[in-house]
């Protein structure tokens, strides 16, 4: 089992930024993939960004085209941290996130599969 804490949403204006964050416990969190989807009141969760696991501290990133170039996802293994960087935040931004976990092939990035996820955290972007 993975338990997954999400942290750092809010309020923002549009331009603005934000840094999400996920709190891991559980099992090894080095050996998960790790991602990032949200879901818009009345919308469907959507994949927003996700990152996989490596030994080496190399690792392969996938975004989706609505938060490309704007989003940063990074991991801290050390600290069972997945982080999601926000700049230049628009009001379709606005979203609950949530983290999600799971096991896959070294180096891989998935964008389904996900078998944990946490409670989600709001982020609200004015306009």
């Known amino acids: 089992q993975v338990q997954l804490v999400e942290s750092g949403g809010g309020l923002v204006q549009a331009g603005g930024s934000l840094r999400l964050a996920c709190a891991a416990s559980g099992r090894s969190f080095s050996n998960y993939a790790m991602g990032w989807f949200r879901q818009a009141p009345g919308a469907e969760r959507e994949f927003v960004t996700a990152i996989s696991w490596n030994n080496y501290n190399t690792y392969y990133a996938d975004y989706a085209d609505s938060v490309k170039g704007r989003f940063s996802i990074s991991r801290d293994n050390a600290k069972n941290t997945l982080y999601l960087q926000m700049n230049s935040l628009k009001p379709e931004d606005t979203a609950v996130y949530y983290c999600?976990?799971?096991?896959?092939?070294?180096?891989?990035?998935?964008?389904?599969?996900?078998?944990?996820w946490g409670q989600g955290t709001q982020v609200t972007v004015s306009s």
């Open positions: 999600a976990a799971r096991q896959s092939s070294r180096n891989y990035v998935p964008r389904n599969g996900y078998e944990y």
